[in-house]
Nanobody, 131 residues
Framework: QVQLVESGGGSAQSGGSLRLSCAASGYTDSLYCTGWFRQAPGKEREGVAAIGRNGFIGYADSAKGRFTISQDNAKNTLYLQMNSLKPEDTAMYYC?????????????????????????WGQGTQVTVSS
């Protein structure tokens, strides 16, 4: 089993920054692909960014140029640095992990577009951006 715990959410002004963290525990050796997703009130959950152990990195269009995904394998921790925040970034942010899935085997759109590819999810951390 794998447990994912997010932290680092909070409130920020438009143009500000936040850094999210996701600590993984349990059987993490099989987690080749991890990512960040978000869900705003009344909207479907959507992919934000994904990262693979082999160096693959992919971003949704909404995150390109503003967000940076990274990971510290020694600490089993995933990060999302969010800069130039906008009010439309307001959402619950979730980290997710896929056992046995290689991120590079598909496009970023395919990877982030099918939530069921990721079998492990954290409880989420709220990000609120005010104008």
């Amino acid at each position: 089993q794998v447990q994912l715990v997010e932290s680092g959410g909070g409130s920020a002004q438009s143009g500000g920054s936040l850094r999210l963290s996701c600590a993984a525990s349990g059987y993490t050796d099989s987690l080749y692909c991890t990512g960040w997703f978000r869900q705003a009130p009344g909207k479907e959950r959507e992919g934000v960014a994904a990262i693979g152990r082999n160096g693959f990195i992919g971003y949704a269009d909404s995150a390109k140029g503003r967000f940076t995904i990274s990971q510290d394998n020694a600490k089993n921790t995933l990060y999302l640095q969010m800069n130039s925040l906008k009010p439309e970034d307001t959402a619950m942010y979730y980290c997710a992990a896929a056992a046995g899935l290689r991120c590079y085997t598909m496009s970023t759109v395919q990877l982030l577009g099918v939530l069921s590819r990721f079998g492990y999810w954290g409880q989420g951390t709220q990000v609120t951006v005010s104008s």
